[in-house]
């Protein structure tokens, strides 16, 4: 049973970055795609980004590409997200995700989620 806890989320004013952590437990890390994704008040969970552990490869969801990175660091099992230029339309709650095998860009596609941590930007 992979356990994953988001650390990170505030309230900033448009412009501003923030780094979101989520550290994994219980699973071995280096194999399996880690996800961020993201819901707003009213609106479905939704893709941000994802690091594939299987081709080493990166995958962002149009609306953050050129603002947000991810990244991984195995050893510590750790992914982050780094936000920047944050706008008022990323306001939400960040969950961290994870799935054995190759990137998904689906929520049902990943089997193991964190609690979320809540990001508000303000205009």
């Known amino acids: 049973q992979v356990h994953l806890v988001e650390s990170g989320g505030a309230l900033v004013q448009a412009g501003a970055s923030l780094r979101l952590s989520c550290a994994a437990s219980g699973g071995t890390f280096s194999t399996y795609t880690m996800a961020w994704f993201r819901q707003a008040p009213g609106k479905e969970r939704e893709f941000v980004a994802a690091s594939s552990w299987r081709t080493g490869s990166i995958f962002y969801a149009d609306s953050v590409k050129g603002r947000f990175t991810i990244s991984r660091d195995n050893a510590k099992a750790t992914v982050y997200l780094q936000m920047n230029s944050l706008q008022p339309e990323d306001t939400a709650v960040y969950y961290c995700?994870?799935?054995?095998?190759?990137?998904?860009?689906?929520?049902?596609?990943?089997?193991?989620w964190g609690q979320g941590t809540q990001v508000t930007v303000s205009s």
């Open positions: 995700a994870a799935r054995e095998g190759g990137f998904r860009s689906r929520e049902y596609e990943y089997a193991y």
